[in-house]
Structures are given as structure tokens and as C-alpha cells.
């Protein structure tokens, strides 16, 4: 998870996954928007950790997962800030890679750096709200798109669907 606003998407990714049996590890970066804000203090940290199997620190470079050779199905960068775009533009793994980039609008930058990523077989992936759903609610249109995403590593979920947080709003 990085610093662009949309922890809710990351939060409910990881519940989503839950409910699937799946085993997660969390990376979460040092952006602004993942540690020092008022509104990603606290409870939301909190819930990265309490829904996360395993959670490392940015810096962990012992983390298992840190390892090249570690065997994972595929990684899920949800939010994903354009710096951390930017900085995967330039590697790739070979492993599924799905980006959730959340800015609007796109520069040309941000446009060549999808582009980049893109060629090499990752998924770029805004969360573009589908609004012909008839989803009335933040929560419904969060859960859809958590769906579709889960949908790119062959992972179908009701849970998606269903799950809630529990408390208020998560930017
Ligand atoms: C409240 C807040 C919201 C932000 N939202 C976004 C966002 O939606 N998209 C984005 O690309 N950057 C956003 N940023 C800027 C990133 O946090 C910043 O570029 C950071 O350096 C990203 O680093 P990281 O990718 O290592 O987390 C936001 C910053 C703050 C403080």
C-alpha cells in the first residue's frame, strides 16, 4: 500500500482475501498519505495490520517476501501512488502485477509510465466507480471494484461483496 489516497481499496482488498483463505503480506510505504495524515492515523493503520497475515516494515530487507525467490501468486499495489508507478516503471517482476493508480487528472508522465508497465504484462487498474452497477453507496462501489480486481488473479469472491468495515469513512 502506498501513499495515494484510497486506503479503503487496500483495506477491503485484504479482507476480500481473508474471506478467500488467501495468505497476504504487507508492504506499506512511508508516503504521506499511508502514515502522517490525520485521516491514515490510528484506525487505519490498525486495520492494514489486524486484516494483513504478515506485515513487514518498508525497510525490512530480511522480509521473506523481499527475496526474489520467494513464491507468491502475484502482488496487488492498491493504492498506488505515480511515484510508486514511476519506480515499478523501471522494474518488473515477472509475477502478476496489478497496479490500482489512483490520481486524476493523468499526465502525460503518469500516461507513459502506464504505458511502461503495461507492455510487460501488468495490469493497470484505476478504480473508476462503475456507476451503471446502480451501487448507491461508497461501500457498494469499493466492493465492486475490489471484486473486478480479485477477478485479475482468477480469486471470485461474495465476500467482496459483503464485508464492511465497520466503522466510518476511509479516504
Ligand atoms: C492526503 C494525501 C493524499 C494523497 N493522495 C495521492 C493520490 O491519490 N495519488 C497519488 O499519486 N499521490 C497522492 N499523494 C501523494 C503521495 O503520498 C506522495 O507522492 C508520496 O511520496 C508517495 O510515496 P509512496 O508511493 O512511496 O507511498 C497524497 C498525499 C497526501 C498527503
Known amino acids: ?84 508507478l514511476a519506480g515499478i516503471h523501471n522494474g518488473l517482476s515477472r509475477r502478476r502485477l496489478v497496479l490500482v493508480t489512483r490520481e486524476t487528472p493523468l499526465s502525460e508522465i503518469h500516461l507513459r509510465n502506464m504505458l511502461g508497465v503495461t507492455r510487460p504484462g501488468a495490469v493497470v487498474f484505476p478504480p473508476a466507480p462503475a456507476f451503471y452497477t446502480g451501487q448507491t453507496s461508497v461501500d457498494g462501489l469499493v466492493n465492486r471494484s475490489v471484486a473486478r480486481m480479485l477477478q485479475l488473479f482468477d480469486l471470485y469472491t461474495k465476500g467482496a461483496e459483503s464485508c464492511d468495515l465497520g466503522y466510518g469513512n476511509v479516504n
Open 1 to 84: 500500500m502506498t501513499g495515494a489516497s484510497g486506503a479503503i481499496l487496500g483495506v477491503r482488498v485484504l479482507m476480500a482475501l481473508g474471506h478467500l483463505n488467501v495468505e497476504t503480506h504487507l508492504i506499506m510505504s512511508n508516503g504521506p498519505g499511508t502514515r502522517s495524515t490525520p485521516r491514515s492515523s490510528a484506525g487505519i493503520l490498525q486495520s492494514y495490520i489486524n486484516y494483513a497475515q504478515h506485515v513487514y516494515d518498508i525497510d525490512d530487507m530480511e522480509a521473506g517476501i523481499a527475496s526474489g525467490s520467494f513464491r507468491i501468486d502475484g502482488m496487488i499495489v492498491v493504492p498506488c501512488s505515480m511515484k510508486t
